[in-house]
């Protein structure tokens, strides 16, 4: 077997060790976020003689991977048997052989996060968005009428990845109004405690410098429905026109995918970005960490709850149903934390056989509470 083709990476713009590579070549994965700890995950397949690389794009169970010799087109079916968080995905950081004629990921670093959600199938598989990202965009269109709740199940999602979640407002020249723009970013962050959210026009440039600065640091992705503006968006970023755009809807500001793959591009700024199509459905994959960060402010009122396991529906002593009371907490937070909520349990009960038995008890308990009260009443009718 040959020996290691390097001896180090690019490090804070230190050079490669690899003689025969140009001065840019050199660099070309620190520009794509590797770094020391990467290195040193790396290391074992380094001796094996195998290259790092970068997955770029995947299609059709192939993949664009950016090593240090430049983009290789590499076959994914080693690392993705059956196990569907294991797919291949944009973002990943993994391991090629060198000369291999069809070349083969060999194996998947450990990812540092990663965006998941559930899919449609009947299976309840999970299914990878994105990986080793650090910034998440969720993208809002302000030519439609906001959705609060879809932008509660965005943020659940992106909170659970591990990585820093960001409200981008986008067509904010579609109001012109100073005053109503300031009511819509208060109503979102109402939505989104502990998440910036900042307004952004492609057309007029309004906040994207701003936002330009907070993606040139890591890696981000950007989310959010179809006519959300996200390839408008990339392309401001980048400086120029990469990303396909079309219009979307009057009717309702919808668009085509014109995104079908999930792209992660250099930014000329410094940081990587991925694009990635419109998401039609949000459905959570064992997100309750990421819920409860979203609904911060219920989770700190349910503290001050008289009981520790309080359901906050009729309970006496509730401190949640008491701040809807004195309007500190809009019901329709409530009732989305509690919708939210229940849809990822029932997730998680299709692969956790101990949760699915839970629940059954609870409710065979429910159920004979129900009856039990039924006869009462019933019978002090008598």
């Not at 990663?114 to 899919?119: E, G, L, M």
């Not at 012109?176 to 962050?189: A, H, I």
């Not at 026109?241 to 410094?270: E, F, S």
């Amino acid at each position: 077997m040959p020996g290691p083709p390097f001896e180090g990476f690019p490090l804070n713009n230190a050079p490669f060790s690899i003689s025969g590579l140009t001065s840019d070549d050199r660099h070309v994965l620190a520009a794509h976020g590797w770094d020391t700890d990467w290195e040193n995950e790396f290391a074992p397949y380094a001796a094996q003689g195998l290259l790092p690389g970068r997955v770029l794009r995947v299609d059709r169970g192939q993949c664009d991977v950016i090593t240090p010799t430049g983009v290789v087109r590499a076959d994914t079916e080693f690392v993705t048997p059956r196990d569907p968080m294991r797919v291949v995905c944009t973002g990943d950081w993994v391991a090629v052989d060198p000369d291999g004629d069809p070349r083969f990921v060999r194996t998947l670093l450990p990812r540092r996060t990663a965006i998941v959600r559930s899919t449609s199938s009947k299976r309840s598989e999970g299914q990878v968005l994105a990986t080793n990202i650090d910034h998440i965009v969720i993208c809002v269109s302000l030519a439609v009428e906001l959705d609060l709740g879809r932008i509660e199940r965005f943020l659940a999602l992106a909170w659970e990845s591990g990585a820093q979640p960001l409200v981008v407002l986008t067509k904010a020249d579609l109001v012109p109004d100073v005053t109503g723009l300031s009511y819509l970013v208060q109503d979102v962050e109402t939505t989104a405690p502990g998440v910036q959210v900042l307004p952004v026009s492609s057309t007029t440039g309004e906040g994207i410098e701003v936002l330009r600065a907070i993606v040139a640091d890591g890696t981000s992705v950007l989310l959010g429905t179809s006519g959300a503006g996200k390839s408008t968006l990339a392309n401001a970023l980048l400086g120029e026109d990469v990303m396909d755009v079309r219009a979307t809807r009057d009717i309702d500001g919808k668009g085509r995918h014109t995104t079908t793959t999930r792209n992660l591009l250099v930014l000329p700024g410094g940081g990587v970005l991925i694009d990635t199509p419109g998401l039609r459905g949000v459905g959570l994959w064992d997100a309750a960490t990421g819920v409860n960060q979203v609904f911060s402010e219920i989770e700190d009122l349910a503290e001050q709850c008289r009981f520790h396991d309080c359901a906050h529906e009729a309970e006496p002593g509730c401190a949640v149903l008491a701040a809807i009371e004195d309007g500190a907490l809009p019901e329709r937070r409530l009732e989305s934390y509690r919708k939210l909520l229940r849809e990822n349990q029932r997730i998680v009960a299709k692969t956790d056989a101990r949760l699915r038995a839970e629940i059954r008890r609870d409710w065979k308990l429910k159920g004979a509470e129900g009856r039990a009260a039924m006869q009462a009443k019933r019978g002090g009718l008598r």
